[in-house]
């Protein structure tokens, strides 16, 4: 993938990760993507992508009850998240199907 690219990409993720419709999305994701996003790899990427199609309270879930989307890069992604919010870092349970 060329570096422009790359940069699109990245772009686009943290837009789209500062405006979910949500503030407290916005807040969570937008926040932890403004310091992230620049230093990201094209698979770092790929992952935050696919967490930002996810719905909102399946993200919140994961941060705040520490669960899992059942991926293991959207995990660690949960983990970074959780990290960069100050949350206590654990191992991730399986996301309750309520």
Known sequence: MSDASLDLRRRRAL????????????????????QAVPAMSEADIASLERLIEAPDPAIA?????????GE??????????RRFHGFPVMALEPLKDD
Not at 61 to 69: G, N, Q
Not at 72 to 81: G, Q, V
């Open 15 to 34: 837009y789209r990760a500062t405006h979910r419709g949500s503030k407290e999305m916005d807040f969570l994701l937008g926040r932890y993507a403004a």
């Open 61 to 69: 879930e994961c941060i705040y009850e520490a669960r899992s989307l």
């Open 72 to 81: 293991p890069a959207l995990d660690d992604l949960i983990l970074s998240l």
